[in-house]
C-alpha cells in the first residue's frame, strides 16, 4: 500500500539546503535532492503501522481528502532542539503531516500524527505546525480535522511541549462554535493529548488500535492497584459506550475516514454559513410514510426510534451520535427535504426512553453544537419522564437535566417539536416544548401531553378514596378511564396554545419539512451578555 506514496523521513535526513546556489536551475536540484529524501523515508516504522492493521499518516489524509487536492505545510520543518540526543536526530516533518485539501469539493484543514517519526509525539515544531493550520481553518472559516497517533508530549522537549499543547486547546477552545472541529483517534492519544479531543465536536475511534486515557494502566496500576488492560481501561468500546468520549466508533481505519467524510458533507464550513443543501429526490412532501404502523398506540409498548428517523429523513440516512452511550436517546443528524437539521428522539426500547443524567448531557451537547453552528432542531418526543433513583439523584440528574433544559432554552434556530405519544411531567417541558421556546409543536392523535401518567396521577389525588374503596381496583380503573379521557388528549393542549395541530401520522415528514420552510428565516438575537453560565 505504500508503493509510490510519499513517506516522511523518519531520521538521519541529511541532505539539507546549501548556501543558495547563483542560479535557479541548482536551487531547483537542491530541493529536489530534499524531496527525494523527504519521500523515500525509513520503511520500518511504516511496516509496523502496517503491520498493526494502521495506515501511514500520507495514506490516511489520501482516504480522508479527494484526490489531488492536498496542499501541504511546513514538510521541511524540523525540531530545533537538542537535549537527549535530539541534536543529531531532526527528522524532517517533525512528525505531523499538516496543510489543507477538500472533500466532496469543499475546503478542510487537516493535520495528521505520523507515528513513525518519534512515536508521533508532539514538540516545539510539531505543535506549531498544527497551531498554524488550526489559525488557517478559523482564519479560512473551514472545519479542522485531527488524525490524532502520539505518544504525546515529547519527552525530550519538556515543557516546551507542553506550551505545545495548551496552544492547541487555547486555539480548540477560540474554534469552538466558529468551525466545526473532529477529531479522529487511530492510535494512542494519552495523558493531557486525550483533552484535544475531548474539545473537538465530534470524536472518531477506530477499534483495537485507538485508546485514549489520562494515565496508563501502569500508573493506574500503581495509584489504584487496579489491574486493566489499554484497550480496557480506554478503548474505542469504552470511549463509545461508557464514557461517552467517542461520537462514532469503527472496525477499521477506511470505514472511519469514510465516514469523516460523510459527516463532512452534513456540516456547514462555518458558523456564518448553512450546510449544504442538497435536492432531495425522496420527494419530502409528497410521500406518506407509515408512522403509524412503527409506533404502537399503546403508551407503554415498545417501538424503536430509529426507524422512525429513517422514515422522516431522506432516502432514510441519518448520522447517529454515540450510537451506544446514553441509548435512551437518539441524537442524528439528516437531512429533510434537502435541509440538514439536527433529530433528537426518546427512544422507548432503552429503560423506556426515559431521561438520566447521560442521557440528557448527550443530547445537551448535540443540541447546542446545532445551534451554533444554525442546524434546525426536530425533537421527537414520546417520553416517560426523568428516571427516578437514588443513584440518578445522586450523580447529579437535576444538573444534568439542567443542562439539556439551558441548550434548548438558549437555542435560536429553528425548532420543531413532534410529540408522538407520550410527554409527562419535567421531561415533556425538557425536550422542546412550547413554553421553553420551540417554533411549532406538532403532536399526533396518540399524543398525551400531562404532569404524568393517569396511573400516577389518580394514586396521588384519590389515595384516601382507594384505600376506603370496598373495590380499589375497579375504583382506579374509572378514575383512570377519566383523567384519561379528561387530559390525556391532544385537543386539551391544542385548546391551550401548546401544540400548533394535530396531524395524521402520515403526514409527519411533510408537516416537518413545511415547519422548516417557514422558519428558514428565523433570526432571533440573544440578549446581551458576555456569556450565559451553563450548567456544565
Ligand atoms: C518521545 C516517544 C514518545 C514520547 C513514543 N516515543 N512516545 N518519543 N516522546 N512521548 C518514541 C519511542 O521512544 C519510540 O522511538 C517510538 O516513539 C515508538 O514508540 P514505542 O514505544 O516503540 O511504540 P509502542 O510500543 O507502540 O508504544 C506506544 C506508546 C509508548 C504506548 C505510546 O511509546 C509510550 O508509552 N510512550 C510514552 C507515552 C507518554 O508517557 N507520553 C507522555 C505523556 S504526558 P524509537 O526511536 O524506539 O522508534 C503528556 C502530557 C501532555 O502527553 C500534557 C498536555 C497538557
Not at 480506554?234 to 461508557?242: I, R
Amino acid at each position: 500500500a505504500t508503493d509510490g506514496r510519499v513517506i516522511p523521513l523518519a531520521r538521519g535526513a541529511e541532505p539539507v539546503w546549501k548556501s543558495p546556489g547563483p542560479t535557479m536551475p541548482l536551487l531547483r536540484a537542491q530541493r529536489d535532492e530534499l524531496r527525494e529524501h523527504i519521500v523515500d523515508g525509513r520503511l520500518d516504522g511504516v511496516r509496523r503501522q502496517h503491520s498493526l492493521g494502521k495506515h501511514t499518516a500520507r495514506e490516511r489524509l489520501d482516504l480522508l481528502l479527494d484526490p489531488d487536492s492536498f496542499t501541504e505545510v511546513e514538510l521541511y520543518r524540523r525540531h530545533q532542539a537538542s537535549g537527549l540526543g535530539l541534536a543529531e536526530n531532526r527528522p524532517y516533518t517533525d512528525g505531523v503531516i499538516a496543510g489543507s485539501g477538500t472533500i466532496d469539493g469543499r475546503r478542510v484543514f487537516v493535520y495528521a500524527q505520523d507515528f513513525t517519526v518519534f512515536g508521533g509525539s508532539l514538540g516545539e515544531a510539531h505543535a506549531a505546525k498544527i497551531h498554524k493550520v488550526m489559525d488557517l481553518a478559523i482564519a479560512t472559516g473551514s472545519p479542522l480535522i485531527g488524525l490524532n497517533d502520539s505518544g504525546g508530549a515529547r519527552i525530550q522537549e519538556g515543557v516546551m511541549a507542553l506550551n505545545g499543547y495548551g496552544g492547541i486547546f487555547r486555539r480548540q477552545v477560540e474554534a469552538s462554535g466558529v468551525i466545526p472541529q473532529i477529531s479522529v483517534v487511530l492510535g494512542p492519544c494519552a495523558g493531557g493529548a486525550a483533552y484535544s479531543p475531548a474539545l473537538a465536536d465530534f470524536v472518531f475511534m477506530v477499534r483495537d488500535t485507538a485508546r485514549m486515557y489520562l494515565t496508563g494502566p501502569d500508573v493506574v496500576e500503581t495509584v489504584t492497584g487496579e489491574r486493566v488492560s489499554h484497550d480496557e481501561l480506554g478503548g474505542a468500546d469504552v470511549h463509545g459506550a461508557s464514557s461517552g468520549v467517542a461520537t462514532v466508533v469503527h472496525d477499521d481505519e477506511e470505514s472511519c475516514l469514510a465516514d469523516v467524510r460523510y459527516l463532512v458533507s452534513l456540516l456547514p464550513s462555518n458558523y456564518l454559513e448553512p450546510a449544504p443543501r442538497e435536492p432531495s429526490q425522496d420527494a419530502a412532501k409528497d410521500r406518506r410514510p407509515r408512522f403509524a404502523e412503527l409506533v404502537p398506540v399503546e403508551p407503554n409498548k415498545p417501538y424503536d426510534m430509529r426507524d422512525v428517523f429513517s422514515e422522516l429523513a431522506d432516502d432514510g440516512e441519518f448520522f447517529e451520535l454515540h450510537e451506544r452511550w446514553a441509548r435512551n436517546v437518539l441524537c442524528a443528524l439528516a437531512r429533510v427535504d434537502g435541509r440538514v437539521v439536527g433529530l433528537v428522539g426518546n427512544q422507548p426500547v432503552v429503560f423506556a426512553g426515559v431521561l438520566d443524567g447521560p442521557a440528557s448531557q448527550k443530547a445537551a451537547r448535540f443540541v447546542r453544537f446545532c445551534d451554533a453552528f444554525s442546524i434546525p432542531l426536530v425533537t421527537l418526543v414520546d417520553v416517560p419522564g426523568f428516571l427516578p433513583g437514588v443513584e440518578q439523584e445522586h450523580s447529579g440528574i437535576i444538573r444534568h437535566g439542567a443542562q439539556l433544559l439551558h441548550a434548548y432554552c438558549e437555542a435560536t434556530v429553528p425548532r420543531v417539536q413532534v410529540i408522538l405519544r407520550k410527554a409527562y411531567g419535567g421531561a415533556y417541558i425538557v425536550m422542546d416544548s412550547r413554553s421553553i421556546g420551540t417554533d411549532l409543536s406538532l403532536a399526533w392523535p396518540t399524543n398525551q401531553i400531562a404532569v404524568m401518567g393517569a396511573e400516577g396521577a389518580v394514586n396521588v389525588l384519590f389515595r384516601k378514596d382507594l384505600a376506603a374503596a370496598s373495590d380499589p381496583d375497579a375504583l382506579r380503573a374509572r378514575l383512570v378511564a377519566e383523567y384519561t379521557e379528561e387530559f390525556m388528549n391532544p385537543q386539551y393542549s391544542a385548546e391551550r396554545g401548546l401544540v400548533d395541530d394535530i396531524i395524521d401520522p402520515a403526514d409527519t415528514r411533510s408537516a416537518v419539512a413545511r415547519a422548516l420552510d417557514m422558519l428558514q428565516d428565523k433570526r432571533k438575537a440573544a440578549p446581551r451578555r458576555k456569556h450565559g453560565n451553563h450548567p456544565i
